[in-house]
Nanobody, 114 residues
Framework: QVRLVESGGGLVQSGGSLRLSCEFS????????MGWYRQAPGNQRDLVAQ???????NYGDSVKGRFTMSGDNGKKTVYLQMNSLKPEDTAVYYC????????WGQGTQVTVSS
């Protein structure tokens, strides 16, 4: 069964940092894309960062220069390092993987106080 499990969310003050982790199951061994989306209340789910099958790494415009995505295949984990956090970064962050279909984690809440 495909699983993605996020961790690392929490409450942080504006300007602070958090690192999210997404551990994925052994069934995920090929991807088209893999990464992070986020969704704030009343908003659509927006791209934060993603790896692509061709080796690319893409970021949403609002997080460029502040967030960094990385991965460790040995640990079957992807990470999202978030620096210089702003209140508008407050959202539920979802890890996902796409290969034929899209799988989602359960999400982790990130709250940035002003």
């Amino acid at each position: 069964q495909v699983r993605l499990v996020e961790s690392g969310g929490g409450l942080v003050q504006s300007g602070g940092s958090l690192r999210l982790s997404c551990e994925f199951s052994d069934e995920i061994h090929s991807i088209n894309t893999m990464g992070w989306y986020r969704q704030a209340p009343g908003n659509q789910r927006d791209l934060v960062a993603q790896f692509t099958r061709s080796g690319g790494l893409n970021y949403g415009d609002s997080v460029k220069g502040r967030f960094t995505m990385s991965g460790d295949n040995g640990k079957k984990t992807v990470y999202l390092q978030m620096n210089s956090l702003k209140p508008e970064d407050t959202a539920v962050y979802y890890c996902y993987s796409n290969w034929g279909r899209t799988y989602w984690g359960q999400g982790t809440q990130v709250t940035v106080s002003s």
